[in-house]
């Protein structure tokens, strides 16, 4: 067997312990004779895999009591739809701060069910920094504020949260959750696709504090209602129930590394190793502002288009794979989630160093 080393910005690499822990329990889950996959999503072994899911992810991230955690489908897609039809509602209107390609997927969605302002943007240098937000720019009587935390195609973070006041924060994690402590009581809701840094596709986890449940508009499909997964337990209908035991294995393999202060050392030393290189390489540069970077997506060019495709598929030939940058940025992304192992990251950076020599 011989795995590669996966950049992939999604789906992405999962820890090889938690790969072979659900091999090794794939025909028997325990002495139930049967296979996480096929068993009732009402039986009493399931409820105790959510449940265990539930605590575990509570425990890591410090997720306060007066928060919901809901495990639910439709990709953090579903949630630009979700986050306007259950929030929306008091004074029709919500500001958006456009940093990427997700971001404005979320901004226009919402301006469908209601008032929704760009308040600031940064698509004017290709998303390769956050733009500057002050607490004037927001309008008090806004619904709440949505922000994407970690901007996965064009590789920026925010480094400090914008101050909203009383207006409720709204992030999209879905490419930064777990990957290092974050403050669950500054925002009135966080959601994240979970095939970044958590599982397999098929499930969205969202966290939303209590007070925001229950005011959805009239014609909010029951399954979109946060008060339906809310008031289920997540089992209104059948969750994505597999996904669900993945991400509780991996929510125990980050409990057993240290919990989420020792995942974000780990990731800032990774993304460390990575940067320093970029910023020392006379080939390769990175596209963001220092102040600005990701520690999960580093998008980086030589400035040659041909000298990134044949950097990109002799990398691929060496077992470095899916480095090819999205459309819209060029060039090459490293995505460096959790369960890629800081020997990764350290191979790729020598590969890097040998291609620049081979290339001068
Ligand atoms: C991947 C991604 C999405 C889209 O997620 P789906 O689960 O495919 O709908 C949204 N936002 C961010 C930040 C992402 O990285």
New binding site residues.
């Given amino acids: 067997m011989a795995r590669v080393y996966n950049f992939s910005?999604?789906p992405s690499m999962l820890p090889e312990a938690v790969l072979k822990t659900a091999a090794a329990e794939m025909l028997e889950y325990g002495t139930t004779g049967q296979s996480v996959m096929e068993m009732s999503h009402r039986s009493k072994e399931y409820q105790a895999i959510i449940d265990a899911a539930e605590a575990d992810l509570r425990d890591i991230m410090g997720i306060p009591e007066n928060y919901k955690v809901l495990f639910l489908q439709?990709?953090?897609?579903?949630?630009?739809a979700m986050v306007p039809m259950n929030l929306m509602t008091k004074n029709k209107k919500a500001d958006y701060i456009i940093t990427?390609q997700?971001?404005k997927?979320?901004y226009k969605e919402a301006a469908r069910y209601g008032s929704a302002r760009a308040i600031a943007s940064s698509e004017d240098k290709t998303f390769s920094y956050i733009p500057t937000v002050t607490p004037d720019m927001i309008d008090p009587e806004a619904d709440y504020v949505h922000i994407?935390?970690?901007?996965?195609?064009y590789g920026t973070k925010w480094q400090t949260l914008p101050e909203t006041g009383d207006v409720p924060l709204v992030a999209?994690?879905?490419?930064?959750i777990l990957s290092e402590p974050i403050d669950v009581s500054k925002f009135g809701v966080l959601y994240?696709?979970?095939?970044?840094n958590v599982a397999p596709?098929g499930l969205?986890i969202v966290i939303i504090r209590e007070d925001l449940i229950g005011h959805a508009m009239d014609i909010t499909p029951t399954m979109l209602n946060y008060q339906t997964h809310a008031e289920g337990g997540s089992m209104f209908n059948t969750p994505p129930c597999y996904t669900i035991y993945i991400a509780g294995l991996v929510f125990k393999w980050i409990k057993s590394l240290g919990g989420l202060e020792k995942m974000g050392e780990i990731n800032r030393e990774k993304a460390k190793m990575l940067y320093d290189f970029l910023d020392g390489s006379a080939l390769f540069h990175g596209t963001v502002v220092p102040e600005a970077r990701s520690l999960m997506?580093v998008p980086f060019v030589t400035g040659n288009a041909e000298l990134d495709a044949k950097f990109v598929s002799e990398a691929k030939k060496a077992g470095f794979v899916n480095l090819k940058g999205h459309r819209s940025v060029g060039g090459m992304r490293a995505s460096i989630y959790n369960a890629m192992p800081i020997e990764g990251v350290a191979a790729l950076v020598s590969f890097m160093k040998q291609f620049e020599e081979e290339n001068k």
Avoid: E, H, R, V
């Avoid at 994240?192 to 970044?196: L, P, R, Y």
């Fill in positions: 910005a999604g439709g990709g953090a897609s579903t949630q630009f990427g997700w971001a997927k979320a994407c935390m970690n901007n996965t195609i999209d994690i879905s490419s930064c994240a696709g979970a095939q970044k596709a969205t997506n």
